[in-house]
């Protein structure tokens, strides 16, 4: 879909506020942190299903709407000659989407979806309740394939270990194909989850804006979350993102909190279908239903 950048302005008074109560680690967008009138941000044309066992392992619809605002900000980067730096791709672990009504899995309550209509801001902090912001990263073709083969790793794997929050939903400008062959290699890590021992073969095919493939050498601005490319206490890559970790990959910090990025796009106008699967992922041999 043709997508309209929005410049970088004030963040929302409320947002800032909202902010100031959030704890270490996640917001408990509830009880703890109570919204007396809730505030409509927008409104969607489709009802979108949340299901944990839906969105770690599919394309969907929830996950495209969310990479699309990532991709449709104006972050106002620029490099050191003045360059304007604008993300092409946009990524989320899936593990950052939650079904749960308080923060993350402590909550006792979960939804299935989000239903077409109005949606509020208690409806985005339940969705996204991780103190996110968005990181550009600027790497290669072959490093990004490396990031995406850690997202597709467990396909395949029985039960809910192919569930994991690392796999990853996806956008583009222009748009996005990524075909996937799960009778293929999957990218594998050290014990420790520090190094990258086997980098993967799954992703056959990267095709960007409709006929382009994805370049080993070119350079790609890459719209992340801060946790994707962040480490824990210890230095170890958060969910097994190693490869964002590569030797020559830059990172441009834009402070800008992922759920005032959704508040934009969602006060924008959209087509009546949107958001929908477009066949952003494609799969061979995965053993994945995506389907009800």
Same mark, same amino acid.
């Given at each position: ?202 992703? @056959?095919? =990267?095709? *960007?804006?409709? /006929?382009? #493939?994805?370049?080993?050498?070119? +350079?790609?601005?890459?719209? %992340? ?36 990025? @959704?508040? =934009?796009? *969602?006060?924008? /106008?959209? #087509?009546?279908?949107?958001?929908? +699967?477009?066949?952003?992922? %494609? ?10």
């Amino acid at each position: 879909m043709n997508k309209r950048r929005f410049q970088v302005g004030q963040v929302n008074p409320r947002l800032l506020l909202l902010l100031l109560c959030w704890g270490p680690g996640c917001a408990v967008y509830n009880d703890s942190c109570p919204v007396g009138d809730p505030e409509v941000w927008g409104r969607i044309n489709v009802e979108l299903d949340i299901r944990e066992q839906f969105v770690r392992q599919c394309e969907a619809p929830v996950g495209n709407f969310i990479t699309d605002a990532m991709l449709g900000y104006d972050y106002g980067l620029q490099d050191q000659n003045g360059e304007s730096i604008i993300p092409r791709v946009a990524l989320i672990n899936a593990g950052a989407i939650r079904d749960a009504v308080s923060c993350g899995a402590a909550g006792e309550e979960s939804r299935r979806s989000i239903p077409r209509g109005p949606v509020t801001d208690q409806d985005v902090f339940q969705l996204l309740p991780f103190q996110n912001t968005i990181v550009v990263a600027s790497m290669t073709g072959a490093q990004l394939k490396d990031v995406l083969e850690w997202g597709v790793s467990n396909l395949n794997l029985p039960g809910e270990a192919r569930q994991e929050g690392h796999f990853l939903q996806v956008a583009g400008e222009g748009g996005i194909r990524i075909d996937v062959d799960c009778s293929r290699s999957p990218q594998t890590l050290d014990s420790e989850r520090r190094t990258i021992v086997d980098h993967g073969s799954r992703i @056959v095919a =990267v095709t *960007l804006a409709g /006929s382009l #493939p994805l370049e080993p050498a070119g +350079v790609y601005h890459v719209a %992340v979350l801060e946790f994707m490319v962040g480490t824990g206490d210890l230095g170890v890559p958060n969910d097994g993102f190693v490869a964002f970790h590569q030797p020559g990959i830059s990172l441009h910090d834009t402070h800008v909190p992922l759920t005032e990025v @959704v508040r =934009v796009w *969602l006060g924008q /106008s959209h #087509p009546g279908d949107y958001p929908a +699967v477009e066949g952003r992922l %494609v799969y061979q041999q995965c053993g994945v239903t995506c389907g009800d």
